[in-house]
């Protein structure tokens, strides 16, 4: 079932889209480190260009991340996309089964991109400007960026299941530069967002998070009419 999953996922246009994005964000990756090309501005303002660079690098992660996990999650629960369920669903267990197969299918997808994104991440930094001293903040920091995948890729789920339009897909993007933007702690409580300091509570709210809304969009998937 794995298989077939992943199959529908990575449609022709999905894996063009996925590509595009990809591509894109490496590139912009090779722009933000540019300026490291010139010796003398790595050697003046060495400590000022890493700390802009990671700020850089996780505005970019996290948009990235929600953009890919609103569009897979959302996406692969939308009435064309998930028509291929009438095969397999002949008991509410199978319900049951086919949403979970499907969502780590979806997991495993956007934990392929965290390492490629996460590589590129530590490659540039060790070449660019020869940056080894917070290698594991860096990775953590891109770990809480597909944390943010899989909450606002939930709900995406959520919405898509109760408005039955692809449109709402924009719904988790617009959240999340809300709660990015504003600092309003009882906002970030259901909407998270991340910044250049990783804490551990920090990623147990997300990981309860994604519990939480994962399970409701089971829930409504589990209920709702075939």
Known sequence: MF????????SKINYIIILFIILVTLLVYFVLFNPFNNSYTHWLNKQ????????????????????????LFGNSFSL?????????????????????????SIISIIAFIFVILCFSNLFLFNYKINYYSNIKDLVLINFESFL??????SISIILILIFKTQLVLIVPLILFFISDGLNWSFLKIYFPSIRSIVTFDGFIHKILLYCFYSTLGGIIYFYKDL
Do not use: C, P
């Not at 298989?3 to 990575?10: A, G, M, S, V």
């Not at 943010?148 to 890729?153: F, P």
């Open 148 to 153: 943010l995948a899989l909450v606002y890729g």
């Open 3 to 10: 298989n077939l999953h992943r199959k529908y996922l990575l």
């Open 80 to 104: 064309q996309q998930d028509a291929y369920n009438v095969i397999f669903l002949r008991t509410k267990k199978d319900k049951v089964n086919f949403y979970i197969t499907k969502i780590l």
């Open 48 to 71: 000022e260009s890493i700390k802009t660079s990671i700020d850089n690098i996780v505005f970019i992660n996290k948009f990235i991340f929600v953009l890919i996990g609103s569009f």
